[in-house]
């Protein structure tokens, strides 16, 4: 993951052109409507015309992929090749069809895994240890929901080959890249713990749990602050051994309580939820704004994604303690601001800043972001 990214001819096109501006009128007119909060369908209705935006304005079907941007331009459109983005948009997919059980997710679900390989020299390996564990999650995820047994094997080949980022330099951890081994950061090792945790419920095997319990203890000891809570980014990134406590990025607290859930749900350990706790209500000094309760705009590229993925473990700690009400709050406030400030005038695309319009160009990484908080609000109105 990159960081810090003639007459009769012009009658016609103008027709075409009132014709597509009417359905898209109509379409938002009845996104609209619901801001009023009557139906008791709100969000899912919200979610599902964020899931068709982001199908109508980002997917080739030429590729069997998404486009990094809409409208799309040029080369930008398909290169670089993100592949970390395509593994949220994985996630993005099985979101909508757990929802829904609407085949077409499951469809486009094996259109994307296809367009991967294709796009990525018929294997899911990269040189990123993150990036693998992204898209491990997420194949795992479309497995629950598909028990298409491809997802299940990809998962587990990523789990195998991820494992081999793990050395002792700086006492251990998972290194961000295999270019650079002695530089080990939170997006390489809190994934790490959820997908092994999770392996762990499909095979039963106590080397993943062991795994699962050695990744979160070198990052306890390492990259969080054990006062507050607050998680960060990385360790040795200049070869000088210092720990980056400038860089924290909502997404490596996402993670940090995402793996304190999962190691709670299968040990019933309760540090591991106290740990999730405390790093969800850091949340309020550090990165929601005390007036609002927005979270920050982390800009576009992979900064887009970031809230996205805070937002989904956000959503595995309410499943899993449903009494914290200010969580449910915080969410249910940004995914307001994001439908009514965030969300373009004449179309369901979405900004990097949850509270203002967004740019004439979106990228796929901010729009997933925001889809993923839509599927959020849609959840938790559902129970």
């Keep these: 993951m990159n960081r810090m990214k003639p007459s009769a001819l012009l009658i016609t096109a103008a027709a075409i052109l009132v014709i597509v501006g009417l359905a898209i009128a109509w379409r938002l007119g009845a996104g609209t409507a619901l801001t009023g909060g009557g139906s008791a369908s709100v969000w899912s209705e919200r979610a599902d015309l964020a899931q068709q935006e982001l199908e109508e304005s980002f997917w080739d079907e030429k590729r069997g992929l998404f486009n990094n941007a809409a409208p799309c331009i040029a080369q930008l459109c398909t290169d670089p090749f993100n592949y970390w983005w395509l593994a949220h948009?994985?996630?993005?997919?099985?979101?909508?069809?757990?929802?829904?059980?609407?085949?077409k997710y499951a469809e486009q679900l094996g259109k994307l895994y296809q367009g991967i390989l294709d796009r990525n020299a018929g294997v899911f390996?990269?040189?990123?240890?993150?990036?693998?564990?992204?898209?491990?999650?997420?194949?795992?995820?479309?497995?629950?929901?598909?028990?298409d047994e491809r997802y299940k094997q990809a998962a587990l080949a990523l789990w195998q080959e991820i494992q081999t980022g793990w050395n002792d330099e700086m006492g251990g951890g998972i290194a961000w890249r295999k270019e650079q081994p002695d530089y080990k950061n939170t997006p390489a090792n809190a994934p790490a713990v959820i997908l092994a945790a999770r392996i762990y419920e499909h095979t039963q095997d106590a080397a993943d749990l062991a795994w699962a319990k050695k990744l979160y203890d070198w990052q306890k000891q390492t990259l969080v602050d054990p006062a507050t809570g607050l998680v960060w980014d990385g360790i040795n990134r200049q070869g000088d051994g210092v720990v980056d406590k400038?860089?924290?990025?909502?997404?490596?607290?996402?993670?940090?309580?995402?793996?304190?859930?999962?190691?709670?749900?299968?040990?019933?350990?309760?540090?591991?939820?106290?740990?999730?706790?405390?790093?969800?209500?850091?949340?309020?000094?550090?990165?929601?704004?005390?007036?609002?309760?927005?979270?920050?705009?982390?800009?576009?590229?992979?900064?887009g994604l970031f809230k996205g993925v805070l937002v989904r473990y956000i959503g595995e700690l309410i499943k899993l303690d449903p009494s914290q009400k200010g969580l449910i709050e915080m969410l249910l406030t940004n995914a307001d601001s994001v439908w009514e400030y965030g969300k373009g005038k004449d179309n369901v695309l979405f900004s990097n800043s949850w509270a203002q319009t967004p740019d004439t160009v979106v990228q796929l990484s901010t729009q997933l972001s925001a889809v993923m908080l839509l599927e959020q609000a849609a959840w938790i109105e559902k129970q």
């Excluded at 390996?125 to 629950?144: G, K, Q, S």
């Excluded at 019933?268 to 999730?276: G, H, M, T, W």
């Design 125 to 147: 390996i990269n040189d990123y240890y993150d990036d693998m564990e992204w898209m491990a999650l997420a194949w795992l995820r479309a497995y629950d929901a598909t028990e």
């Design 89 to 103: 948009a994985v996630d993005v997919l099985v979101d909508g069809y757990e929802r829904t059980e609407d085949t």
């Design 246 to 303: 400038d860089w924290k990025f909502t997404y490596g607290q996402g993670v940090y309580i995402g793996a304190g859930v999962e190691l709670y749900r299968i040990t019933k350990e309760q540090s591991y939820l106290d740990d999730a706790r405390k790093t969800a209500a850091n949340l309020k000094q550090d990165f929601l704004s005390p007036a609002t309760g927005m979270l920050p705009s982390e800009g576009d590229g992979d900064g």
